[in-house]
């Protein structure tokens, strides 16, 4: 059901784009999918495509079965014998890799520090051993709660190690949430930090873990890393020093032999209503595609420095900082704090110094970029970027276009990449050798990946919108909800029969390009039209003087519901009444009379999850007058309170 509780058999779409940007020879030369057969093999064969790349991974003991689909269940790699961490770092340690850096870090301060391969790899060891010295076995959970530190690498490889199941809680995480996730997972350690920097302040993660520790049985012992030199409360002989850890502990670790379809870990994730759902991956499968969309999509080589400016908190950095890059023996910056601090050049003067040549970030956080200006780009060399990567959210085509100009130079693919916690890895994204991009669009299924548009009834729809659905099973999809197998069948296996339902509405072009239109829940029905918030929202984005926008659908007499757009203008724009004549024009001019916005409230800042998701749905509140939601996952609740003020004032 839509929103607004009408049956969904399509969306329309509105809004088109026409700009297209093809690889470029030189590119396509270099690029490790260069060959358009990878797509029809992979179709024709999918078992064998993924095969392939487990091949070049390590195992302990091949597998005797690629794929057991008993819907909605699946097993991959089936039979096969491997730890995670030997095609991480074990193998690399045999090859030219060994002295290479694995991690370049830099905290917010300004402090640094390298890791090669050797390095990380020898860390990993020892405080596995240390786990292992507090009792940690094979299948225990064990939680994590820090900053973005090299030692949030090594502790979650280190519980790999040993086959404990990692769950990371992201360092933004009230006390609240923390314990939520802990007890629902019955986790045995925690690993913290004394604190972390962020915007020049200090993050109280022991403060915040001892308040969470309050109830949580399950926690026998609590390790902490010494990040800064804050104040803490230690409990003896629940709290450990991570440091004197592993002062103790001996540099040899043999890794756990694990079953291919073992968890590897639990990660959480909040949908709009209910408590978090605790998506479990296991190890092989999960590995494969990871490993295998990372060489492909991000096309990375031996001398490539690679950056993706997500949270390990959230799955973009399980993904695509821990396995993907260090199974492909790559090369990576890591940052602890925000992008704009102590400047809003901050991210390019990080690209600059390391020589970044693929930088994978969020929308959220261009629009950001936008929105602090080209001033601060323009003073930093960008020449060293090769190829850039966005997700997260639909990328509205003005931020594509400005990412494309302003950060690549022109000259770098963009590959914009949809998938989701429960997915993985990558689903649908350009290999960038190879494919054609268009401006918001995440162009076409990775190979093998099979996706559709498709109806309430299961229908295809061929050309325009609908709901995005995966029909066949993936190597790297979740296999259930912690502790509620139920609830992974309702949530995602229920809408149509043995086929998997994301909760995105998605449209389908004539060339069979994908364009992600949102979150199912968001779609708004005007007059019986059912728009997607994100074509409104980019109409806007491509006025020049709007940088951000959110739109959300209130009850309307005549309509059935009308549009509320609330805009972020760029930094030195200046409001008035008649910029929202003129963006109204805008709109209807970009999408139609239909889509015209009844109201335009101008925001500072618009409310969002921390990973940078703008969450509508408390602007649905603000503008139909009812009881604010659940706030706990905003990142700034100052900002709905702001918003609140101003949209009964106006
Ligand atoms: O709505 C889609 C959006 O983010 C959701 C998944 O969020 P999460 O599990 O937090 O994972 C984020 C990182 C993978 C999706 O259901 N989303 C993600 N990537 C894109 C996107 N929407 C449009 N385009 C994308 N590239």
């Not at 004539?510 to 929202?537: C, F, P, Q």
């Amino acid at each position: 059901m839509s929103q607004s509780g009408h049956k969904l058999t399509s969306i329309d779409t509105l809004l088109t784009e026409e700009r297209e940007f093809k690889p470029t020879a030189k590119f396509q030369a270099q690029a490790n999918a260069n060959d358009q057969e990878i797509y029809e093999k992979a179709t024709s064969n999918p078992e064998a495509f993924w095969e392939r790349y487990a091949r070049e991974l390590v195992w302990r003991k091949p597998w005797d079965k690629v794929l057991d689909w008993n819907p909605p269940d699946s097993k991959w790699f089936v039979g096969g014998k491997l730890n995670i961490t030997e095609s991480c770092l074990d193998v690399h340690i045999k090859t030219d890799a060994r002295n290479k850096a694995a991690l370049i870090w830099e905290g917010e301060p300004g402090d640094k520090r390298t890791l090669t391969y050797w390095d990380l790899y020898r860390e990993v060891c020892r405080f596995a051993n240390a786990l292992k010295s507090l009792g940690v076995k094979k299948g225990d959970r064990v939680a994590l709660y820090m900053p973005m530190i090299p030692e949030l690498v090594i502790a979650v490889l280190s519980c790999a190690r040993i086959g404990a199941i990692h769950s990371v809680v992201f360092g933004g995480f009230s006390a609240e949430a923390l314990s939520e996730r802990i007890n629902d997972a019955e986790a045995k350690v925690l690993i913290t930090a004394d604190g972390g920097y962020r915007r020049g302040q200090i993050v109280q993660l022991k403060h915040d873990a001892d308040e969470a520790l309050k109830d949580c049985p399950s926690i026998e012992h609590v390790v902490v890393v010494k990040r800064g030199n804050f104040p803490i409360h230690f409990q003896e002989n629940r709290d450990h020093w991570w440091h004197r850890l592993i002062d103790e502990a001996d540099f040899n670790c043999p890794a756990e032999e694990m079953d291919s379809e073992d968890p590897l870990y639990i990660l959480y994730t909040s949908g709009t209503t209910g408590k978090p759902k605790g998506i479990m991956h296991t190890i092989a499968g999960y590995l494969v595609g990871v490993y295998a969309t990372t060489k492909l999509v991000f096309d990375l080589k031996p001398n490539d420095c690679y950056w993706c400016t997500a949270d390990i908190g959230w799955v973009t950095g399980h993904s695509y900082i821990v396995y993907g890059p260090l199974s492909n023996g790559a090369t990576q910056v890591m940052y602890e704090g925000a992008p704009n601090w102590p400047d809003p050049d901050r991210v390019w003067k990080i690209v600059e110094n390391h020589g970044v040549t693929v930088f994978y970030t969020a929308p959220t956080a261009i629009r950001a970029f936008m929105k602090w200006g080209e001033k601060w780009t323009v003073k930093h060399d960008l020449s060293s970027l090769r190829l850039l990567g966005t997700v997260g959210e639909p990328i509205n085509p003005e931020a594509w276009m400005w990412y494309h100009k302003h950060i690549g130079g022109e000259k770098c693919p963009i590959v914009d990449t949809w998938w989701q916690t429960e997915t993985g890895h990558i689903m649908i994204a350009p290999l960038p050798g190879l494919i054609t991009t268009k401006p918001g669009s995440a162009t076409q299924p990775f190979p093998s990946i099979k996706a559709a548009i498709l109806d309430d009834d299961g229908n295809e729809v061929e050309h325009g919108g609908g709901y995005l659905a995966i029909l066949e099973p993936w190597p790297g999809m979740l296999r259930t909800i912690w502790g509620d197998h139920d609830r992974y069948i309702e949530t995602y296996w229920s809408k149509w029969k043995n086929i998997y339902f994301p909760g995105d509405g998605a449209k389908i072009d004539k060339d069979s390009y994908y364009w992600i239109l949102g979150r199912i829940d968001d779609v708004i029905n005007v007059a019986g039209h059912r728009l997607s918030t994100m074509e409104i929202e980019s109409a806007l984005v491509d006025h020049n003087s709007v940088v951000e926008s959110a739109v959300v659908g209130i009850t309307h007499e005549l309509k059935g519901q009308g549009i509320v757009a609330f805009v972020t203008v760029g930094g030195d724009i200046r409001t008035s009444p008649e910029l929202v004549d003129i963006l109204k024009a805008h709109v209807v001019k970009k999408i139609g009379a239909l889509a015209r916005p009844e109201q335009i409230i101008f925001a500072h800042d618009l409310p969002k999850t921390r990973s940078g998701k703008i969450m509508r749905r408390l602007l649905r509140d603000i503008a139909s007058g009812s009881v604010l939601g659940d706030v706990t996952t905003l990142a700034d609740p100052t900002v709905v309170e702001e918003l609140k003020r101003k949209y009964e004032e106006d």
